[in-house]
Structures are given as C-alpha cells and as structure tokens.
C-alpha cells in the first residue's frame, strides 16, 4: 500500500470525508479549532500564488480596467481588515481601566503586551485607507459614461496610488515589532482566559459588523490577533496583482516596483526570524511547526517533477500546487510525507548528467533564454513594447522553469525506518547542505510523531508559502546596476583547519541568470590537513550577485562530507580586472582564494564548457589554460606517487597497464575533476606512467632544444659545484613554465630517491629513466651545420644532465602558480 492509500485510509478512519479520483474540496487552516475563524481573500489572490507568475497578455485598456477591479478589490479588504482591527482594540480601554484597581482583569504589563503595536497599524491602515478611497472617489467621478466617446487612458492613466503605497510600505516595520511579540501575547489570551472567566467572556465573544449588511461576525480574541500575520503576508501579493495589471508606462509603475522590493525584503527577513507565524494547530492539539520550505525535483515516482516541500518539526510533506479557478482558493495537493523519526539521509552526485542528450537539452533551453533576455532588453527601451515584453518575460519564465527542472545535479536520498525511501533533486549543493542540515538537527532530536490530517495540512500550505516561489531568476522585475554580468574568474588556492588529514575539494556557486553554468569544482586534494589547489575557476555570469561556497571531504568508499559553507556578496565596484586575495572562514575551515572580474555584454552560451587537452600540447599553452606555472596533470601524479607510491619498488621503472594509463590520459583531456579522482583509486604504477608519457608527449621537450649543446659542454667541467653552477644559469634561460615545471619534477624524483633503499630507485635510475624525456636535441633541419650526436652519446648527455640536477642540493624551489595577490593587502572576510 503507497503513502496516499495509507493517507486516505487514515483521513477516513478520523472521519474526514475524501473523495477519490475527484479534486478535494479546501479546507481552510483551522488556526484555532476551538473557534470559527473569519478571514478574507483579497479578490485576486486566487490568481496571484501561481509558478511561474507570468503577466497575461492583453491590451493596455483591457490591463487599466483589471487595474480598477483589483484597486476597488484591495479597498474592500481593507475596508474589512480595518473593522476587524477595530473590534480588537474595542476592549482595550476598559482593560487599561480594570488595571488600576484592586481586581483587575489583565494587569498594565499584560494590556500593553496583548495590545503592543496593534494602534499603530490601524492608524497606518486608516490612512492608506482614506487615501485610497479618496482617489478613487475623484476617479469615478471623472470616469466616462458608456455613451461618451472619450479616449481611453486619460482618466486611468491620470490615477495614481503607487505613492499611498510606497508610503504603507515603508512603515510596514511596524509588523515586525507586532510578529516579534505575538507569541507573547498569545500566551497572555490563553493564560487569561483559563485562569479568569471574565476575561474567557469578552475573549470568546468578540463582535464585528459586517458593513452595510449590518451582520454581525463573532470572533475570538486569539483569531483577532492572527490577523495582522494573515494580512501582512498578503501585502506582497497585493502589490503584485496591482503591478501585473499596471501598464510598465504607467507612472505608478516604478513606484509599486519600489514597494514591492521593500514588502518582499521585510517578508523575507520575516521568514527567517519569526516562527511564530508559521505554526500549525492539528486536530490532536499538539503545535507543529514549519522549519523550512522550497522548490525541489522530486523524482520518487521515476521521472523528476517540481514540487514544494515543507519541512515540519515531525515530518517532511511533499505537495504539488494547484492553480485554482476564479473564485476559488489556490491549493495544495499531498503527494507523500515522511515522519522524520529515525530518517536517514545521503546526498549523492547525479551520474547521468553528463550525458549528451541532456548537454544538448540543457543548451537548447538556454540559448532561447539567452535570446529572450536580449530581447527584454531591447524592448525596455522602447515605449511600446508593453505587450511584447510581457509575451517574452512569459516565454523567459517558462523556459528558466524548465531548465530548474533539468538541470539538477545533487540527489538528495531519504530513508524511513518503515521502509519507505523518498528522492529529491537540486541544481545547488549549498541549497541541498541547508535541507541536510535542518532535516538532521530535527532527526537527532527527540521527535514525537503523530499522524497528520493531510488534508488541513496540505491546505494550510497556502497561507504557510507567503511570497516564496520557484527560484527563477528572471522573476526579478527591477534590475540591479550593481550585479555582475561578464567574466568571474576565481582561483582556489589552498585551506587550512582540518580537524584530520582529509581529501577535500571546494564547490564554488554563482547565481544570476542560467545562461551559463553556474557551478564549477576543484579536483580532490590528497590526503592533508593543508589541502592545496591553486586552481582557477571560471564562469560566465549574467546578473550575478552572490557566490556560495562548499568545503567537502572525498573519503574512499564513503559518502561525500561537508566540512563547511559561506556565501559572498560580489559587489562589482570592489572587483577589479586585478586579482583581490581573500580568505573566507567556512566553518573551522580557513579558504584563501583570490578573485577577478572583466565586465563585459554576454557571450552566447556554448554548447559544452569543453577543457581543452593537455596532453601533446605545449606546455605553455596547458599553463596558461589553467592559470599555473606547474600543470596540474603533473603536481596531481606526482602527489599520488608521493602519498601510496614511494615505497613501491621499481616506481617509475615498472610501467603501468597500458589500457590504465590510455584511460587517465583521455580523462585528463577531458575533465581534470574526473581525472584525479580516477588518479586515487588507478593502480600507482599506471600514474607514474601517465606522469612519464606527459613529457614523453610534450611536442618540445621540457629543456628547450636549443640549450642541449650548452648543457652537454657543462659536463666537461671538472669541479662538480661549478657545473652545477653553471647548469643552474642555464636553466634560468627557459621560460617560465618550462622551468617551474622542471624544478618541480626534480624535487619530486629527489624525494622518491630518498626511498631508494626501499623503492630500488637511485638518482641515476631516475635519471636515466626521465632523461631522454625531458633533455632532446635540436631536430636536423636541411643544410643544418654543426657536429652530429650519435644516439648512445645523446643518451649520455641526458641521463647526466638529469643526474646532474638530481645531486644539486640548493635546487631553487619552484613556483607552482602565478602571483594572484596583486593588490597591496589580503582581506580577510568571517562568514
């Protein structure tokens, strides 16, 4: 039997009817069951909570007359929400009054804490409201009658409110003091009526007129309290029905866009800070809370659909959000919930992303955003592209909700103790860490389960969502001067912190628009308490305006660990075209990176972010690819011989399979991430071949040609330290890559010969096994004069010169990547 059967049966055994095959009826949140709560729907509600929220396309008077209906709608909720305020604060002075006496009914402390704030938002509501209606008065008033023949737009377009509501807005703090002390104030209401009946008489009997009808509408105390929280997560839905409906030439419509950046901004701050307003009461009476809620690819039934996830303090729901009619309320349908007692959880990467059908899917969808993007802009600078900047912020919207359901690459894996296992599927491994992270706090708690009433639960996600919709970049109406849209270049250098010695590698995230990809990796590092990469990632970014970023330990045969995150804020003035040196604190893990930024128009997207090869390929330009002196193909072998090959006999004498070592090279061609992590598992013997058949490949060897002739004088001299010397000189001749990478090989095979008593490899044995690789002389060209060198004499000269190198003892050290630390001081920035 699957979770919804279970779920159906456990609705009917409570008695609660469901109808099968059928769309249930919505029940509403029955916040307090004991009472019948009264609560409003702003007249477009219905249509505003919707993913992705898309304008409707239409004439600029058909979008002025939604206008009105939406404005006169807002003014009857207000007109509502107004009286029900002022049905709350009735009692407040005969409260005040009972204080003073010898037997009051709540004390000054307790009236002021059950009444905090609640003045002041109905002098901020009276006023916008009386503003409003005024305006809207004046309007109807000079409105044309249906028989005059007058031009469309004068009077709708002459009404102008976006001030009235900027100037609401910006004293919507006011909620915030009243959110902060509701709980509070709760408690004082539900103490007071328990403890003293008269106050249980005037809290249970609270009487609202309904307006003209003069109906009357009996509340609690407590449901009068909840609906400030009820009304200020409206606010931005409201603001966002109005701009929807205002034509972008409108005057109100940069001012409603203002406000509407400021309701979100307080709302989201809300979400974060307050749960106080994201309590569920159940029919069993115990007090459920909502942790944490977002959109995931949820692929428990085969293929991945979008879905919202609520993450409750006993259980993790999954719904799916249905748009309602006209008239009706949004809903949510349940697809399946886990009791978290007991759960348990591994992320793990998606494999099958690689794929060539999905590359070629996922560039198709965003070479068609990319389009769109460009031409919203070239309309926004017009006048009259209203309707047709709608139809392709429309299409933008849709094609980024179909990448957000592509392009997933982490798998997050759930395990109940019953035996049921649920899988879900971000594009962001921060995001993911956040879901891990919430879901293991309440799993290692002591959770009580008890079994939801679905139904009330997954209709109580209507009110619960507030503002959050699908992380769609494109949603964005107003656009910030001070994202970055160009190329963001970071290199990773190294970390310190590690409680053990650990192979780590670093995820680094971007966001902005999902032109490009915005996430890219460092190879594994081997096993250290100071992992070092000095690796550098590039990406192309779009409207980016943070950068998150993951420290995570590879362990062989476990699940990947996250040591720790941050999140940067990238300010494009602060960013330069030089390289800026920060040290960011992720955890106990201390990261130093450096970051560059050239701003620049978009490229197109390309098809694939392809590495280019580097094996046969100069050194300089493998180099300069990757931003190194030292290629990473060579310090990542040569630090795998060094961690479980040094003690091998015959390392770098006794080759390695040849079908191993052909697979490394084509991984290192290809994706250097995948390349070292086959590195730490492939037998060592075919690494120290890969490490031999670079330079063997290298189409000029790593000692330029040029100075075989030189170096084979040197070894005529007699006194060892002036040879040297003189070696030494020469060798400062040779570019920059060259010479490094040398460098570092010798060190390298210095420290391999150290273990020659167990490895059987002596300086000479390494030298004549790296000679003929690194040291060759100039190719014979047509009428070339000089002495030829037969082939045992060359061969001399190149073991020599490698022993030569192998004996020196004061070998500068190399330098493995460029300088990134350009500007005069480091910065050290605690996350």
Not at 344 to 357: K, N
Not at 398 to 418: D, G, I
Request: net charge negative; proline share 5%; charged share 25%.
């Amino acid at each position: 039997m699957d979770v919804y059967q279970e779920a159906v049966h456990y609705l009917e055994s409570q008695h609660i009817p469901v109808v099968v095959e059928t769309e249930p009826e919505v029940l509403e949140e029955d916040v307090f069951p004991e009472e019948v709560v009264t609560s409003f729907l702003s007249p477009l509600q219905a249509e505003s909570i919707d993913f992705p929220d898309t304008p409707t396309l239409c004439s600029t008077e058909e979008m002025l007359e939604r206008r009105l209906v939406v404005l006169k709608g807002i003014l009857e909720s207000e007109e509502v929400y107004l009286r029900e305020l002022e049905t709350l604060l009735m009692p407040m002075k005969a409260l005040r009054a009972s204080a003073g006496t010898s037997q009051p009914v709540l004390s000054s402390q307790q009236v002021q804490t059950v009444f905090y704030q609640v003045p002041e938002l109905r002098d901020m509501h009276q006023s916008f409201y009386s503003g409003l209606k005024a305006r809207l008065s004046v309007h109807s008033q000079t409105d044309p009658s249906p028989g005059e023949n007058r031009e469309m737009g004068d009077a709708s377009f002459e009404l102008t409110v976006g001030d009235l509501f900027l100037k609401m807005v910006n004293q919507i703090g006011l909620y915030g003091g009243f959110i902060e002390n509701y709980k509070a104030a709760v408690q004082v209401v539900r103490k007071c009526t328990q403890s003293d009946p008269r106050f249980r008489t005037l809290a249970e009997s609270m009487m609202s007129n309904n307006g003209a009808d003069r109906a009357r509408t009996k509340y609690t105390f407590e449901a009068l309290l909840y609906k400030p929280l009820d009304r200020v997560t409206k606010t931005t839905l409201v603001l966002r029905d109005l701009l929807k409906t205002t034509p972008t030439e409108h005057r109100d419509y940069p001012v409603l866009q203002e406000a509407l950046r400021l309701s979100r901004s307080f709302l989201s701050g809300v979400n974060e800070s307050s749960q106080c307003k994201r309590e569920v009461t159940l029919s069993h009476g115990m007090r459920r809370q909502l942790m944490r809620d977002g959109f995931v690819v949820d692929v428990s039934e085969g293929e991945g659909s979008l879905r919202h996830l609520f993450l409750y303090t006993d259980l993790l729901l999954c719904t799916r959000f249905k748009h309602a009619t006209r008239g009706k309320q949004d809903q949510y349908r349940f697809c399946w919930y886990l009791p978290l007692a007991g759960l348990r959880l591994r992320w793990v990467a998606v494999e099958e992303r690689s794929s060539d059908t999905h590359l070629r899917t996922l560039h198709s969808i965003r070479t068609k955003m990319y389009l769109l993007r460009q031409q919203l802009k070239q309309q926004a600078k017009g006048t009259r592209g209203t309707v047709l900047a709608a139809r392709s912020r429309k299409k933008l919207e849709q094609m980024e909700l179909m990448l957000f359901t592509h392009s997933p690459v982490y798998r997050l894996e759930l395990h109940s103790p019953n035996g049921k296992s649920h899988s879900f599927l971000l594009s962001s491994l921060y995001e993911l860490e956040e879901w891990r992270e919430a879901i293991f706090k309440l799993t290692t708690e002591s959770v009580e389960t008890v079994p939801p009433d679905l139904l009330t639960l997954s209709s109580a996600c209507v009110k619960l969502r507030m503002t959050q919709q699908p992380p769609l970049h494109s949603t964005n109406t107003v656009e910030n001067e001070k994202s970055l849209c160009g190329t963001l270049s970071v290199a990773i250098h190294s970390a310190h912190g590690l409680q053990q010695p650990a192979s780590v590698y670093v995820c680094v995230e971007v966001d902005g628009y999902e032109f490009y990809d915005k996430q890219a990796q460092t190879h594994s590092s081997v096993l250290s308490l100071s992992p070092h990469w000095d690796q550098e990632l590039s990406f192309q970014v779009d409207g980016a305006q943070n950068m998150r970023l993951l420290c995570v330990s590879q362990s062989d045969g476990q699940d990947d660990t996250v040591l720790g995150k941050a999140s940067l804020w990238l300010e494009s003035k602060s960013l330069s075209k030089r390289w800026k040196r920060q040290t960011l604190h992720l955890g106990q893990v201390e990261l130093t990176l450096s970051l560059k930024y050239s701003a620049h128009p978009p490229d197109p997207p390309s098809s694939t972010a392809q590495q280019q090869p580097v094996f046969c390929v100069p050194i300089e330009t493998v180099a300069q690819q990757e931003g190194v002196l030292v290629p990473h193909v060579v310090r990542c072998c040569a630090e795998e011989v060094e961690r479980r090959g040094m003690d091998e006999v015959g390392i770098y004498r006794i080759s390695g399979t040849t079908s191993d070592i052909s697979t490394l090279k084509a991984a290192f061609n290809s994706n250097l991430r995948e390349a070292v992590t086959r590195l730490r598992c492939a037998e060592v013997n075919a690494v120290s071949g890969v490490l031999k058949l670079y330079f063997r490949e290298l189409p000029e060897p790593l000692i330029p040609p040029e100075l075989f002739q030189s170096l084979a004088r040197t070894l005529d001299i007699q006194d060892f330290n002036t040879r040297l010397v003189s070696m030494l000189s020469l060798l400062q001749s040779c570019p920059d890559a060259n010479r490094h990478t040398f460098l570092y090989l010798m060190h390298h095979l210095q420290r391999v010969s150290e273990k020659q008593d167990t490895n059987k490899m002596s300086p000479l044995n390494l030298a004549t096994v790296f000679g003929p690789s690194l040291l060759r002389p100039p190719k014979a060209t047509l009428g070339q004069d000089g002495p030829a060198i037969d082939i045992s004499q060359e061969v001399v000269v190149q073991v020599q010169v490698v022993f030569c190198y192998l004996q020196c003892n004061n070998l500068p050290e190399a330098q493995i990547a460029l300088p990134h630390d350009t500007d005069a001081e480091d910065e050290t920035t605690h996350m």
